[in-house]
């Protein structure tokens, strides 16, 4: 068995390390991370602050997350009605994002409303007010993002299994609290979590697009009026899972069993083995992409889901597309596979999902595949950096990160991957045998008594013929998922994240 | 608000109304080329990206769908398009090696193909498309396989999940004739039972044609090379004659229309869509215009609904809503969240009465402006890739049937007044010619 607990001190060491280099620019001047493309009069800030939600303090989870909304709700300069009415106008646009590690504002404006669009920007960030009468709504508004979650059950397993295998860290709760958390939830919390956090040491700048050095000058300037202090650190150790364990979560009558396996690892984007673990990752089930093997095994072969698709990091998608967002990271991360199947196959699923796995970790990656992948990785980088706002945030992500000229090393680091390094890296990293396994159920203890049977069901899709997949399909079938009836726990759906 | 704050934000509106957004007009230099066996070829350079965007519109959607017992055939058609040819047996297999961005949707009116690909490997790109868009394969083993995607994909999304599923009911009460009644992905007992091989390899015949096919290339390539390429790859695509398919017509809604549902389960919020027939798209009609510019007057985060409904009263988690584009007469629709606990009824007497207002005031010129500001500007937030222009160009194309149009858009938006507005609220917002459906937790 591996020494994952070994695995777990050094990432916790690592942020340590890490932390102290973060965001120090030149001495005396602030950092701001810089792509300058004309052509397109848009101009795109990034501010990143490192005030996730796992700096909630114990009973205030999600303060971070009211402290962010609250920032747009009213400042010096304006209020709440008057920030939305003038953004509206100019058709600048204001995101703020609240992941476990940051807090990323984002704003969009065409260039000819840059001044306009400035002074509201810097006032969010530099002179927020939190007014008493925005406190309630925030409020609401938060209860209603808990309420969000329980009702999409992909976002009720995703967030399940990010905190159960986080259970006792500070990223094992919602990013927007509980609800009796809150609701406690008080305006001198939001304001003293924005003073302890929203330090010029701790912020990360950035500008993209039509900019000229003076919006540099000014936003280094004006962010110089924060204070300077003592950056916070996560504090807490996540506890590798030991054999597997499944929670399963109840909601009426659902005709597909989402479900997620995976666990943390102490794989980041400072060791010699991430990148041949992307390359492993393409081969087994990159997001939304054909080429993997879940991909290939659960839905091309067989018919029984959408998709089915594996991560190496924490993933949220941008937008409608399939690349992740770069804009949450974590020093931190876990492995995890996803799929959705019908609920009569969702055993033979699991079954199938963990075979694949195994096989990686046990294996790794054919050669002919190798090839296949280090250049299907190396030819797609360039969408990941393809907008403006993209290659921003991946370079503030180098920063975050401590991984300078990981965009300009990424294709030639993607070419010197060998076969050994990727085999390596899948049998150290991937622990089929200890994995957390969260499902969407209807019923929990009729589902207990489906997995631990001896009968594994697959129904093809109508007139489907399964004859050529039948060795195969008798294989998974046979694949022991080593779980016993205290490996189980079920909760319903309306009872989490009280 | 307290008196200094209003006469803070009136002064700034005023000021604001000044300054409408110009930014620079659209800047795209597009060339159209139409080869002798009518395939429609749109280019786009841009050589400040190493990236293009190849994307095929396939003038055909759910809308084309007329045969009973035959939904969901253009969106299972889209799905067996991935399946490979002779030649390329498995499409991942050929171009997986390039890094390609990949893949395809199917809506109303067209279903749309697209390859983002690094520039120097677009003619291997053409090479397989041509091939897959004439030579596919469309066996039984592998559509009767390729039916499970698409089964958990409706089930995913229009029946687990209550937008879809409310989304999916709405279509089918505001709908009564024309095509637009089903939805994209087709009716569970068709996709079960009614849709044989047969059907598909029909529905390839009848549309799969140069004919129905427009080319859109955004991206850093050199046009006279892409075109030889095309040429070469598509060139022996045989012409068909353009079928006439008459689509069912709507007939006009002459009353309102409402329908309740009941989730299957308590952990939902109530939910409401809203909708009113209305134009095709057309950015030459007034009408068409002017509801795009009510759907921002609204809907912006200072819009009247937003305003009201999220912002100060708190009695939804969102509200949008939008004029549609589609080729044939589309709807307005709005669609929200509400609070847990809040009225259904109340929350849609506050969107009626605000429609209401439409049809009796005319809007102000700052909200008129704010609104056009925001049809102009998101035309150049789409300007960041290849891919988005290529959409853009490719949407302008089929739903309107020039892409020219795109340089349109600043002078018919500037030409829209609130007279205007006015006329085509009253025309449209009537009781009459509302549907309306909500969905509420169970128990």
Same mark, same amino acid.
Not at chain 1, 379 to 388: C, D, G, K, L, V
Not at chain 1, 419 to 439: F, Q
Not at chain 2, 219 to 228: C, S
């Given at each position: ?33 810089? #792509? ?9 800030? *990034? ?9 909630? +303090? +114990? ?32 058709? !600048? ?55 969000? =979650? ?37 305006? *001198? ?38 204070? #300077? ?10 506890? +590798?899972?030991?054999?597997?364990? =499944? ?98 196959? !969702? ?13 990686? !970790? ?6 002919? @595949? ?17 907008? +403006? ?24 680091? =993607? ?25 969407? =159920? ?6 207990? @008594? ?24 008798? *294989? ?23 | ?59 055909? $959607? ?6 009973? $017992? ?48 690094? $520039?120097? /490997? ?57 095509? /637009? ?29 140069? %004919? ?52 299957? &389960? ?8 809203? %909708? ?44 949008? %809503? ?71 160009? $490719? ?17 018919? /938006? &500037? ?29």
């Amino acid at each position: 068995m591996r020494s994952n607990w070994l695995k777990m001190l050094l990432p916790a060491c690592l942020i340590c390390l890490v932390s102290l280099s973060l965001f120090c620019g030149r001495a005396g001047e602030l950092e701001v991370v810089q #792509v300058h493309k004309s052509g397109i009069p848009v101009v795109y800030f *990034q501010v990143m602050i490192k005030a996730g939600s796992a700096y909630d +303090p +114990p009973g205030k989870e999600g303060l971070a997350y009211f402290t962010a909304q609250l920032l747009e709700r009213g400042t010096e300069s304006f209020s709440r009605d008057e920030i939305d009415e003038l953004l509206d106008f100019i058709s !600048a646009r204001l995101d703020i994002e609240v992941n476990k590690e940051v807090i990323v504002i984002s704003g969009t404006t065409l260039k000819e409303n840059l001044d306009k669009f400035y002074e509201v920007f810097s006032e969010i960030i530099l002179k927020p007010t939190f007014p008493e009468g925005q406190i309630g709504k925030s409020r609401l508004d938060q209860l209603d993002a808990i309420e969000g =979650v329980r009702e999409s059950d992909r976002s009720l397993v995703r967030e399940g299994f990010d905190n159960l295998i986080h259970r006792g860290h500070p990223y094992g709760h919602l990013v927007c609290g509980n609800e009796s958390s809150v609701n406690s939830l008080t305006r *001198q919390d939001a304001l003293e979590f924005y003073h302890k956090h929203f330090l010029q040491n701790n912020i990360l700048l950035g500008l993209a697009g039509d900019f000229d050095d003076q919006l540099v000058q000014r936003l280094r300037e004006d962010v110089s009026a924060l204070n #300077v202090g003592q950056v916070p650190e996560i504090e807490g150790e996540i506890q +590798p899972i030991a054999g597997r364990k =499944v929670l399963l979560i109840e909601k009426e009558r659902r005709a597909q069993t989402q479900f997620r396996i995976g666990h943390p690892f102490d794989l980041t984007r400072h060791s010699p083995d991430y990148i041949p673990m992307l390359v492993a990752n393409a081969h087994l089930g990159k997001h939304r992409e054909s080429i993997g093997r879940l991909y290939k095994t659960v839905r091309m072969d067989r018919g029984l889901c959408y998709g089915a698709y594996s991560y190496i990091e924490h993933f949220e998608q941008f937008g409608w597309g399939k690349l992740a967002s770069p804009n949450c990271p974590r020093k931190a991360q876990y492995f995890s596979m996803w799929t959705y199947p019908k609920s009569v196959n !969702a055993k033979f699923a699991m079954k199938l999902c963990l075979k694949e796995m195994t096989d990686l !970790a046990t294996n790794g990656i054919p050669e002919d @595949k190798l090839k296949f992948m280090k250049s299907f990785e190396k030819n797609q980088f360039p969408f990941q950096i393809e907008t +403006p706002q993209r290659q921003l945030a991946h370079m503030m992500a180098e920063q975050y990160y401590g991984t300078y000229g990981f965009v300009d090393h990424f294709e030639s680091d =993607v070419e010197r991957v060998t076969k050994e390094k990727v085999d390596r890296a899948a049998h150290m990293y991937l622990s089929p045998d200890n994995v957390a396994i969260v499902a969407l =159920v209807s019923d929990g203890e009729e589902f207990i @008594k489906e997995i631990l049977s001896d009968q594994t069901t697959l129904e093809y899709p109508s007139q489907a013929d399964p004859t050529m997949l039948r060795e195969e399909d008798d *294989q998974i079938k046979a694949f022991d998922l080593k779980l016993t009836e205290d490996d189980f726990e079920i909760v319903k759906a309306s009872e989490l994240f009280k | 608000m307290k008196s200094r704050q209003v006469l803070v934000l009136t002064l700034c509106l005023l000021l604001l109304a000044a300054f409408p957004v110009h930014a620079a007009s659209i800047d795209l230099e597009i060339q159209k080329t139409v080869l002798d066996n009518g395939l429609t070829i749109l280019t786009c350079e841009d050589h400040s990206v190493r990236t293009v965007s190849y994307q095929t519109f396939m003038n055909v $959607g759910s809308r084309d769908e007329v045969n009973p $017992g035959k939904t969901g055939l253009a969106h299972i058609f889209e799905h067996m398009m991935f399946r490979g040819t002779e030649k390329y047996p498995d499409f991942d297999e050929a171009l997986g090696h390039l890094g390609p961005e990949t893949n395809a949707y199917t809506g109303t009116d067209a279903t749309v193909y697209f390859v983002n690909v690094k $520039g120097e /490997y677009l003619e291997k790109v053409i090479e397989v498309e041509a091939d897959r868009v004439r030579n596919l394969i469309f066996n039984e083993q592998t559509f009767r396989t390729e039916l499970g995607p698409v089964k958990e994909e409706r089930r995913m999304g229009d029946v687990e999940d209550p937008d879809g599923f409310l989304w999916c009911e709405f279509t089918q009460i505001a709908y009564l004739k024309h095509t /637009y009644h089903h939805p994209v992905i087709g009716f569970e007992e068709d996709l079960e039972k009614n849709i044989q091989v047969e059907d598909g390899l029909e529905f390839k015949r009848t549309f799969y044609s140069p %004919g129905y096919a427009t080319i859109v290339v955004v991206g850093n390539f050199d046009t006279p090379q892409v075109i030889d390429w095309i040429k070469k790859y598509y060139g022996d695509w045989e012409k068909q004659p353009p079928q006439d398919i008459p689509i069912p017509l709507e007939p006009p809604q002459t009353e309102e229309r409402l329908k309740e549902y009941v989730w299957k &389960d308590n952990l939902i919020n109530p939910k409401l869509i809203i %909708g009113y027939h209305g134009p095709k798209f057309d950015i030459m009609s007034d009408d068409f215009c002017a509801l795009n510019l009510i759907g921002r007057i609204l809907f912006l985060k200072s819009g009247r609904l937003t305003k009201k409904l999220d912002t100060d009263l708190q009695m939804v988690d969102y509200i949008y %809503g939008r004029m549609q584009s589609n080729k044939d007469p589309g709807m307005f629709t709005v669609s929200t969240n509400l609070k847990k606990g809040e009225s259904v009824q109340e929350v849609k007497d506050i969107i009626f009465g605000e429609f209401d207002r439409l049809t009796k005031e005319k809007v102000s010129e700052e909200e008129l402006t704010k609104a056009r500001n925001s049809v102009k500007a998101s035309m150049f937030y789409r300007l960041n890739r290849p891919f988005s222009v290529a959409s853009l160009i $490719g949407s302008y194309h089929v739903l309107g049937g020039d892409h020219n149009l795109l340089f349109q858009i600043e002078d018919r /938006y &500037d030409s829209i007044t609130p007279e205007i507005i006015q006329q085509a609220a009253e025309k449209t917002f009537k009781p009459t010619n509302r549907t309306v459906v909500s969905l509420v937790p169970k128990g």
